[in-house]
């Protein structure tokens, strides 16, 4: 029945496409950072931990960048330059700063998702489920300003993924 889980696949499915899509924008987003703040680092030991840290996430990026070419659509890398806002222009990183919020909107649901679930007292649940779902109408806020600026076309897989690799290239270069 699983004899061919070993067997080398030509294509990734779908789904495993879009995790892939989450984990390279996560780690592209985060190596941004991590290359930006090095320079304001002062301790030596936190300076090393920051360069390993880079080194890291620079060697795990490249890896699963491997990956995008046995998506189960074509790229659309050809319209990604002309993209508003997606770090083309130097210095416009208007794409970026809105994907760091979207991120960071959709991590705090998984972040009250589970002490809800272990919530045993009354008024701390309620506390818990107010912030969680204030916390979901502002991702819908900044996916609707993601989405009709053009910076997150949900709906084109082919482009959503030449995004996710023309970011980590730009977090590779920097």
């Known amino acids: ?5 070993k067997q080398p696949q030509h294509h990734l499915a779908l789904h495993e496409t879009l995790q892939l899509h989450e984990t390279v924008g996560y780690l592209s ?3 941004i950072e991590l290359k930006r703040q090095i320079h304001s680092v002062q301790d030596p030991a936190l300076r090393a931990l920051y360069v390993e840290a880079i080194q890291e996430t620079d ?3 490249r890896e699963l960048l491997l990956f995008y070419p046995m998506a189960p659509t074509p790229f659309r890398d050809d319209s990604v330059q002309e993209m508003p806002g997606f770090m083309g222009k130097e210095g416009d990183m208007t794409a970026f700063y809105g994907g760091n919020l979207l991120a960071y909107f959709k991590s705090s649901i998984r972040a009250y998702a589970i002490p809800l679930t272990e919530s045993a007292t009354p008024q701390l649940r309620d506390a818990f489920q107010r912030h969680m779902n204030r916390v979901i109408h502002m991702h819908g806020k900044v996916f609707n300003y993601m989405l009709e600026r053009g910076y997150y076309p949900a709906y084109d897989l082919g482009l959503l993924l030449a995004m996710d690799v023309a970011h ?3 977090a590779l270069d920097m």
């Open 1 to 5: 029945m699983y004899s061919n889980l």
């Open 168 to 170: 980590a290239q730009k």
């Open 59 to 61: 060697m795990d990026l």
């Open 29 to 31: 987003g985060h190596l």
